[in-house]
């Protein structure tokens, strides 16, 4: 515990925990709610003129590492900053969970052939994901979030947030140039972060945290 206190404010442990167990919440167990019901293609003439680029399943799964280190800087800033963002975070993908539920989405994948390294990945990464829960992109929605958290922080360089906005724009190309996604999910998965950091902002109800930092500051 002393370890991951170096790494992670003690404020933000509980709260990075929340966020964690609410996407694997959100994800797995609206495929059992919504395994019944009828999904839908959101499939549009763009995704047509998309190529299939298996290299970009080398970003897409890099992604997660994006993702990491994005919120750890982001915890890190200070408690108000870090609950804000998270919260934008929880709220985003609860809006992820009404669209999973109310309208299911899926899509057909093309047959990856060949031996090369990302043909396997792109295979691997196929097998332990279905091509459904697809609209909005959580993948988009998570790199989006730590790109725009990055926006409110003072103590780190220009250089790192342009590394973080152009890493997130690349792993939005990576969804649909894998095949994982169709292009509307990713407009989808970014709006779902600006509403919910708008809605985080508006109302303050990164208040909610406090319960787990009694000691806190409790202004915004």
Not at 76 to 91: Q, V, W
Not at 95 to 113: D, G, Y
Not at 156 to 172: D, N, P, Q, T
Request: glycine share 4%; with cysteine.
């Amino acid at each position: 515990m002393e370890k991951i206190k170096k790494i992670v404010p003690k404020y933000a442990i509980v709260p990075l925990l929340i966020v964690v167990l609410l996407n694997t919440l959100v994800y797995n167990g609206s495929k059992v709610i919504s395994s019944h019901l009828t999904h839908f293609s959101f499939s549009t003439l763009i995704d047509t003129f998309i190529p299939f680029v298996p290299f970009f399943i080398s970003i897409y799964i890099l992604a997660y590492l994006h993702w990491i280190v994005g919120y750890i800087v982001i915890s890190r800033e200070n408690k108000e900053t870090c609950y804000r963002i998270l919260m934008a975070e929880i709220i985003a993908k609860f809006l992820c969970l009404l669209f999973f539920l109310l309208v299911p989405t899926m899509m057909a994948r093309p047959e990856v052939t060949g031996s090369g390294i990302w043909e396997v990945l792109t295979r691997f990464i196929y097998a332990m994901d279905e091509p459904v829960n697809l609209f909005p992109s959580i993948h988009c929605l998570e790199s989006w979030m730590v790109f725009r958290g990055t926006m409110y922080l003072g103590h780190v360089s220009k250089s790192y947030k342009w590394f973080m906005f152009l890493f997130a724009i690349l792993v939005c190309f990576s969804t649909v140039l894998v095949k994982q996604h169709v292009f509307v999910d990713i407009l989808g998965g970014i709006a779902v972060v600006e509403i919910g950091l708008y809605c985080s902002k508006k109302w303050h109800i990164g208040y909610f945290f406090e319960k787990f930092n009694l000691k806190g500051k409790k202004e915004f």
